[in-house]
């Protein structure tokens, strides 16, 4: 693995080497000589050493990224010990193209995949080629790195709160959003795969979230009105619509994009995400409450046959993922001659509450993870969804910013291999 430089590097030393070991000239020349000698080994070794810990790096890069690739198709159902490894071996090498020399002489020492346990470990090794240490007797040395991950096969259930406002219509934006969440739908639930482990929802929200009719009724208590805005009496507790039913304000102007309960058909969801539509301000605390509503167990009788929420206690994962390009700043329940500023007042901090309810301990489980994407959306609405967020922890970060449908994309789909992703133990 040496290169052409470094060959002729070694081949100049070694040369110099014989020289200043055959030169009997001069009374300082052998000293001097000698001097030189273990100067340009030490460099060389340097190099050397230094060679091995970059060779080294990108070996465990690769092994990392090959452990991931693998352990991915293991979640979606794969289980065959031959396919995986291809997989694996596949997603290592490609990761050394530009490498050829590392990648010709790296092995796979050895790939333990158990289905049973979600264990996925693995070693390589590799001899590379010393430029100088040959010169001391070592002509090569021995590399190996080792790495594990430990997937959860729990179930997940995901609440995708989404931004149809009227500003979303402007620079492309709703297009920007449409593609990035299909991306995300994509890593959720990939094509020609058993999604039995994982159920995505859809809130998408403006002045309100609109229902169809059956479901608005049954969660307000009022015939013809679609458009679900905040509770009156209790608007940030986790209560069923038994308990209290949800406001419905004539006044709201939902978007015509309709919720979408928690499902694993990936066709609907993507042609739901197809047909999103844009219109009216935003009251991002009611599209908070129903992401909360679809993941809560006392929210189970509400929903249609087989897009009820587990209940907390169980092993289930349960996730918001909110995006936003604006200030939140419209509020009903007990306003009528309310400036606007009041309105955002309220709809910031009943989004706070609700937020910090989600997230507290449920049943002696973990609350429920929610990611915030601040999508060029102003300060105010950054510093929102930087609360609600679930706290950043051993450097994972759960509140993003995109400026742009490039970002945008890439933080959707970054989201949704965090969500499926195997969380390296070594």
Same mark, same amino acid.
């Given at each position: 693995?040496?290169?052409?430089?470094?060959?002729?590097?070694?081949?100049?030393?070694?040369?110099?080497?014989?020289?200043?070991?055959?030169?009997?000239?001069?009374?300082?020349?052998?000293?001097?000589?000698?001097?030189?000698?273990?100067?340009?080994?030490? $460099?060389?070794?340097? #190099?050397?050493? /230094?060679? $091995?810990?970059?060779?080294?790096?990108?070996?465990?890069?690769?092994?990392? /990224?090959?452990?991931?690739?693998?352990?991915?198709?293991?979640?979606?159902?794969?289980?065959?010990?031959?396919?995986?490894?291809? =997989?694996?071996?596949?997603?290592? #090498?490609?990761?050394?193209?530009?490498?050829?020399?590392?990648?010709?002489?790296?092995?796979?020492?050895?790939?333990?995949?158990?289905?049973?346990?979600?264990?996925?470990?693995?070693?390589?090794?590799?001899?590379?080629?010393?430029?100088?240490?040959?010169?001391?007797?070592?002509?090569? &040395?021995?590399?190996?790195? $080792?790495?594990?991950?430990? #997937?959860?096969?729990?179930?997940?259930?995901? /609440?995708?709160?989404?931004?149809?406002?009227?500003?979303?219509? /402007?620079?492309?934006?709703?297009?920007?959003?449409?593609?990035?969440?299909?991306?995300?739908?994509?890593?959720? &639930?990939?094509?020609?795969?058993?999604?039995?482990?994982?159920?995505?929802?859809?809130?998408?929200?403006?002045?309100?979230?609109?229902?169809?009719?059956?479901?608005?009724?049954?969660?307000?208590?009022?015939?013809?009105?679609?458009?679900?805005?905040?509770?009156?009496?209790?608007?940030?507790?986790?209560?069923?619509?038994?308990?209290?039913?949800?406001? $419905?304000?004539?006044?709201?102007?939902?978007?015509?994009?309709?919720?979408?309960?928690?499902?694993?058909?990936?066709?609907?969801?993507?042609?739901?995400?197809?047909?999103?539509?844009?219109?009216?301000?935003?009251?991002?605390?009611?599209?908070?409450?129903?992401?909360?509503?679809?993941?809560?167990?006392?929210?189970?009788?509400?929903?249609?046959?087989?897009?009820?929420?587990?209940?907390?206690?169980?092993?289930?994962?349960? =996730?918001?993922?909110?995006?936003?390009?604006?200030?939140?700043?419209?509020?009903?329940?007990?306003?009528?001659?309310?400036?606007?500023?009041? +309105?955002?007042?309220?709809?910031?901090?009943?989004?706070?509450?609700?937020?910090?309810?989600?997230?507290?301990?449920?049943?002696?489980?973990?609350?429920?993870?929610?990611?915030?994407?601040? #999508?060029?959306?102003?300060?105010?609405? +950054?510093?929102?969804?930087?609360?609600?967020?679930?706290?950043?922890?051993?450097?994972?970060?759960?509140?993003?910013?995109?400026?742009?449908?490039?970002?945008?994309?890439?933080?959707?789909?970054? =989201?949704?291999?965090?969500?499926?992703?195997?969380?390296?133990?070594?």
């Amino acid at each position: 693995m040496l290169s052409q430089f470094a060959r002729k590097l070694k081949d100049g030393l070694a040369r110099n080497t014989i020289r200043f070991a055959n030169n009997r000239s001069g009374a300082f020349a052998p000293i001097f000589g000698v001097t030189a000698i273990t100067l340009m080994l030490s $460099a060389g070794a340097a #190099f050397d050493y /230094s060679q $091995a810990s970059r060779a080294r790096s990108l070996m465990a890069a690769s092994l990392d /990224s090959a452990i991931l690739a693998a352990g991915h198709e293991l979640a979606d159902g794969e289980n065959r010990q031959q396919k995986l490894r291809k =997989i694996f071996e596949d997603h290592l #090498f490609a990761n050394l193209t530009s490498h050829p020399q590392l990648a010709a002489a790296t092995q796979i020492d050895s790939l333990e995949i158990d289905p049973l346990t979600g264990d996925v470990e693995a070693s390589l090794k590799a001899d590379m080629e010393t430029a100088f240490l040959g010169l001391a007797g070592i002509p090569s &040395l021995n590399l190996g790195v $080792a790495s594990a991950a430990t #997937f959860s096969s729990a179930p997940v259930e995901i /609440s995708m709160v989404l931004d149809v406002t009227g500003s979303m219509n /402007s620079n492309g934006k709703l297009d920007s959003l449409k593609q990035a969440a299909a991306g995300a739908i994509d890593v959720l &639930l990939p094509e020609n795969r058993n999604h039995s482990n994982v159920r995505v929802g859809l809130v998408p929200y403006s002045e309100g979230v609109r229902l169809p009719d059956d479901l608005a009724e049954k969660a307000s208590g009022k015939a013809n009105r679609t458009c679900m805005t905040e509770r009156k009496l209790n608007p940030a507790a986790d209560l069923s619509f038994q308990s209290e039913p949800v406001g $419905a304000d004539r006044r709201a102007d939902c978007s015509n994009s309709e919720i979408e309960p928690l499902t694993g058909n990936r066709d609907n969801l993507l042609s739901d995400i197809a047909d999103l539509r844009a219109n009216g301000f935003t009251a991002g605390h009611s599209g908070i409450a129903w992401g909360y509503y679809m993941l809560s167990d006392k929210w189970k009788k509400f929903w249609p046959t087989g897009s009820e929420p587990e209940d907390y206690d169980s092993n289930t994962r349960k =996730i918001v993922i909110l995006m936003t390009d604006g200030e939140f700043n419209t509020y009903f329940q007990g306003v009528r001659d309310d400036p606007q500023g009041g +309105q955002a007042k309220r709809s910031n901090q009943l989004a706070l509450n609700l937020c910090k309810d989600m997230k507290k301990e449920k049943r002696g489980r973990d609350g429920i993870t929610i990611y915030t994407i601040a #999508f060029d959306a102003p300060r105010s609405a +950054q510093a929102t969804l930087k609360e609600c967020a679930t706290p950043a922890k051993d450097g994972h970060n759960f509140y993003f910013e995109a400026s742009n449908a490039e970002e945008l994309a890439m933080i959707f789909q970054s =989201i949704a291999v965090d969500i499926k992703s195997l969380h390296l133990t070594r």
